[in-house]
């Protein structure tokens, strides 16, 4: 990747914008502390679901989640009093950034750190220290209240310590989307560099949604799956699919303009093309059934960056497991991939890596997948079996006569069709066929 980046003819676009590249990543997750235990959970098919420690869960529906275990700040870098005085988002978001920074190589004291911006969001922010501070006004009155209680729960305040330990002097954000707020984070990151704003962000998401007040509330909203065997619990587009599963951690990446880092010498991981983002303006919590918005988005995203669905090889879907959620975005990704190999890889595998790592970017906004991907791991596979497609690692697969599988069945047809004509054309191309002797008007249309 980097090399075929370093030898490009530009480091500009078509239109004159900058070209945005990734140098550096760290995560915090239930996996463990660093990208390499994210990668070896993934690899090795780890389960990082188990039963929630944190608080009792006997009177709860759910006993079951994706938590953050053994973490100790002073372990990672954080002092003491920053410990007492930092929620754990923020805590975590600190230890993923200190590791993406590392890998970066970004000089910051060498650097005009008015040029740099930090962006990190929260889907939830720090909801431990709200709980904490009802129960301390309802209890003890209003003078006990922590005169640190809005600095230490409100979201910004990652991006504001952040920005605070490195001295990123350029624009200071927080993105609340819920489950989108990584991605959301990222993508107003690139446009920034894209566009001349800042040469290079510190983006990213952190959670600590592993929390009496969320597990009650997302339980009860029916969104949770109450499964207690944690390697059943996350089963997205599987017909058993009941929920997603709470967790918490963090993600961050150091984006640059590519001219930024090839000119300090940067080992470059990937390049963001594209980034798209809509909005469906439908339902509090439910999507919009038909999945234009999604669909949208992602030709947006593609687009962008001079690609079409053909050009596909690997999709990273949401896939919550919820039977809302699941049944849109299959709309939604079989409209935009029906006649592209993508529809093939539309899913990441339950097993594999939704067990280690979707319950966190579902339950807020980390970006696990972009860490994942860029590690190069390929989380799916569809094979064919029995004259139907079935996805490896789905225990249970949509039935013969679904929706999706005739469509399935339908791309196979069409693709076939268009692979007999290209292949004709192929043949006929250095053919002398005068006028377009022998060919029906489509194929004289070709010919011309």
Request: charged share 20%.
């Amino acid at each position: 990747m980097s090399e075929n980046i370093a030898n490009a003819a530009s480091t500009r676009r078509p239109d004159g914008t900058h070209r945005v590249v990734i140098t550096g990543m760290g995560a915090v997750s239930p996996a463990g502390v660093g990208v390499q235990a994210l990668w070896d959970a993934v690899m090795g098919r780890a389960c990082c679901i188990g039963p929630v420690t944190r608080f009792d869960t006997a009177d709860y529906d759910v006993h079951i989640a994706a938590e953050v275990r053994d973490f100790d700040a002073a372990e990672h870098g954080i002092t003491k009093k920053e410990a007492r005085r930092f929620e754990r988002f923020v805590q975590y978001a600190i230890v993923a950034s200190d590791e993406a920074l590392a890998q970066s190589g970004l000089n910051l004291e060498a650097e005009d750190t008015a040029r740099i911006a930090c962006v990190f969001g929260t889907g939830i922010g720090g909801i431990d220290e709200l709980q904490s501070g009802f129960f301390t006004l309802a209890e003890k009155g209003p003078k006990r209240v922590s005169p640190l209680f809005i600095p230490t729960m409100i979201g910004n305040i990652a991006a504001g310590n952040l920005s605070i330990r490195y001295g990123l002097r350029g624009e200071c954000l927080n993105v609340v989307t819920a489950c989108a707020t990584g991605a959301h984070s990222i993508g107003a990151a690139v446009r920034d560099i894209r566009h001349g704003y800042i040469d290079a962000a510190l983006a990213g998401g952190s959670e600590e949604s592993v929390s009496p007040i969320c597990l009650a509330g997302f339980s009860n909203l029916g969104a949770l799956s109450k499964a207690e065997d944690p390697t059943q619990a996350s089963l997205p587009f599987d017909v058993r699919r009941a929920g997603f599963v709470a967790g918490e951690g963090a993600g961050a990446v150091v984006l640059e303009s590519l001219e930024h880092a090839l000119e300090r010498g940067a080992t470059v991981l990937a390049e963001i093309t594209g980034f798209g983002s809509t909005g469906d303006a439908y339902h509090m919590t439910a999507p919009e059934p038909s999945g234009e918005g999604v669909a949208r988005a992602m030709r947006q995203a593609l687009e962008e960056g001079g690609f079409t669905p053909d050009d596909l090889g690997h999709l990273n879907a949401h896939g919550t497991g919820t039977p809302a959620n699941d049944a849109t975005e299959s709309k939604a990704l079989l409209a935009l991939c029906i006649t592209a190999l993508a529809v093939l890889f539309m899913v990441t595998a339950g097993q594999d890596f939704l067990s280690t790592i979707q319950f966190a970017t579902i339950a807020g906004g980390i970006p696990f997948s972009v860490i994942v991907i860029l590690m190069g791991v390929q989380f799916f596979k569809w094979v064919k079996h029995d004259e139907q497609l079935v996805e490896r690692g789905l225990a249970e697969p949509f039935p013969e006569d679904s929706l999706a599988a005739r469509q399935l069945r339908q791309w196979h047809e069409e693709r076939e069709a268009r692979e007999a004509e290209k292949a004709w054309l192929t043949r006929h191309e250095e053919v002398d066929v005068p006028d377009g002797a022998g060919l029906d008007e489509s194929m004289k249309e070709v010919s011309r």
